[in-house]
C-alpha cells in the first residue's frame, strides 16, 4: 500500500463495510439511498456496483447519518457481529485457513490495510503471549468510536472462527468510554474489558496463539495470500483520477479548492491534472458542477434549508448565480423542484 501520508480524503475503505451496514441500516427501517446521498457517497445502486475505497470524511458523514435514523449506539457492534468472513475478501480466506491463531493474526496485520487503508496492525509479544493492537495513520474523526467497535466485534468473531471457541481467555482495551450499550458486549464476550484505553489491543495468552486453526489448509492460505500480495502491489494505481477529484470536492462542501489547489493536493502541476482528467473523458470544472449540483438537489428534497442556505454551503456568494445555474440544470428553479418533491 502508498504509506504517503494520508488525509480523510485519501480512500482509505473497503465499500463492502458500508454496503453491510446499509442492510443493517434498512432492517432498522432506514432510508438507505437518503443516507447515502446526505453522505455523498450516491445512491444504493451506485455503492452496490462500487470497488473503489471509500474516504474516511464521506464515510464518517455516512455513519453519522445512520446512527441519527436509528437512535442506536451499539449500531457498529452490531455490524460487527455480523460481517462474514466472505465479507474480509482474500484476506479472511488466509486468515481461516491458517495453521493456528498466531499465523492468522500476522495475516491480518500484513493485509487489513487492503480493507481499511487507514488502520496498521502490530502483534508484539508479551510476557504471557502477545499483544494484537491496532493503530490509527490519523484521528478518523466523528466515526471513531463506531469504527473502533465494529472493529472490536470483527476480530473477535474473526478469532472465534479460526479456533472454534469463544475467547474468554482474550483481555481486551478499548479506546472508548464504557457505553450505555455494555450489555450487548456481555452477551458475546466475556473476557476482562479495560475502556478508555488509547488504542484498540487484544492480548491473547500463548496456549491460544497456539490453538490450531479448524480449517487449516496450507494450500489455500499460500493461495489467499498470494492473491493478497497482488492486490496490495496494484492498490495504489486502482483508483482513477475522476474519482479522486471526486472524493476531495466531496470532502470540502462549502470551501471547493480551486484547480491549482487540487492540483497541488495531488502533488502535480494544474496542466497535468488537466491532462490526467482529460484522458477520462472529464474535466475539473464537469466534476465541480456535478458534486454541487447532486447536493444542491439532495438538500432541496431532503432539508428545510432556505435557497440561500444552500448556495452558501455549495460556495456561492450570490444566491441569484446559484439560482439561475440550478435553472439551467434541472430546467426548473430550487423553489418549483422543492415544492414538486412536496406533492
Same mark, same amino acid.
Given at each position: ?9 485519501? =480512500? ?7 454496503? #453491510? ?16 446521498? %446526505?453522505?455523498? #457517497? ?10 473503489? /475505497? ?6 464518517? *458523514? ?34 481461516? %485457513? ?10 491480518? %496485520? *500484513?493485509?487489513?490495510? /487492503?480493507?481499511? !487503508? ?22 478518523? !474523526? ?18 472465534? %472462527?479460526?479456533?472454534?471457541? =469463544? ?11 464504557? =457505553?450505555?450499550?455494555? !450489555? $450487548? ?40 495470500? #498470494? ?47 488537466? *491532462? *490526467? ?8 470544472? $464537469? ?43 434541472? !430546467? ?12
Amino acid at each position: 500500500m502508498n504509506d504517503i501520508a494520508p488525509t480523510l480524503d485519501t =480512500p482509505a475503505v473497503h465499500p463492502t463495510y458500508l454496503k #453491510l451496514l446499509c442492510m443493517m441500516l434498512r432492517n432498522h427501517g432506514g432510508d438507505v439511498d437518503g443516507a447515502l446521498a %446526505a453522505a455523498g #457517497l450516491g445512491s444504493w445502486k451506485e455503492l452496490a456496483s462500487r470497488e473503489a /475505497l471509500v474516504p474516511q470524511r464521506a464515510v464518517n *458523514r455516512f455513519v453519522l447519518e445512520c446512527l441519527r435514523i436509528t437512535v442506536r449506539g451499539s449500531m457498529g457492534f452490531e455490524v460487527g457481529t455480523t460481517i462474514q468472513i466472505s465479507s474480509h475478501g482474500p484476506m479472511g480466506y488466509a486468515v481461516v %485457513a491458517s495453521k493456528d491463531l498466531r499465523q492468522a493474526l500476522e495475516t491480518v %496485520a *500484513r493485509y487489513v490495510p /487492503l480493507r481499511h !487503508g487507514l488502520l496498521r496492525i502490530r502483534l508484539r509479544g508479551t510476557a504471557d503471549g502477545a499483544a494484537f493492537e491496532v493503530f490509527e495513520r490519523l484521528d478518523m !474523526g466523528e466515526s471513531r468510536d463506531f469504527v473502533h467497535a465494529v472493529l472490536f466485534a470483527t476480530f473477535l468473531r474473526l478469532m472465534e %472462527a479460526v479456533v472454534g471457541q =469463544p475467547m474468554d481467555t482474550v483481555a481486551v482495551d478499548l479506546p472508548f468510554a464504557e =457505553p450505555a450499550w455494555r !450489555g $450487548e458486549i456481555d452477551k458475546v464476550f466475556r473476557g476482562r474489558i479495560r475502556f478508555a484505553a488509547q488504542r484498540l489491543v487484544f492480548y491473547i495468552p500463548q496456549d491460544l496463539l497456539q490453538q490450531p486453526c479448524i480449517t487449516a489448509d496450507q494450500q489455500a492460505h499460500e493461495k489467499a495470500c #498470494l492473491e493478497c500480495e497482488h492486490l496490495l502491489s496494484r492498490a495504489a494505481v486502482t483508483t482513477t483520477m475522476a474519482q479522486r477529484v471526486r472524493e476531495l470536492l466531496a470532502g470540502r462542501e462549502g470551501h471547493y479548492p480551486k484547480l491549482s489547489a487540487a492540483a497541488a493536493y495531488f502533488s502535480m502541476s494544474s496542466s497535468t491534472l488537466i *491532462r *490526467r482528467l482529460k484522458e477520462e473523458g472529464s474535466s475539473f470544472q $464537469e466534476l465541480l458542477d456535478d458534486t454541487r449540483r447532486a447536493r444542491a438537489h439532495w438538500y432541496l428534497t431532503h432539508t428545510q434549508l432556505t435557497v440561500e442556505d444552500i448556495a452558501a454551503r455549495l460556495g456561492y456568494v450570490d444566491t441569484t448565480n446559484f439560482s439561475r445555474t440550478f435553472r439551467r440544470w434541472y !430546467g426548473a428553479t430550487p423553489s418549483e423542484v422543492r415544492k414538486a418533491q412536496a406533492r
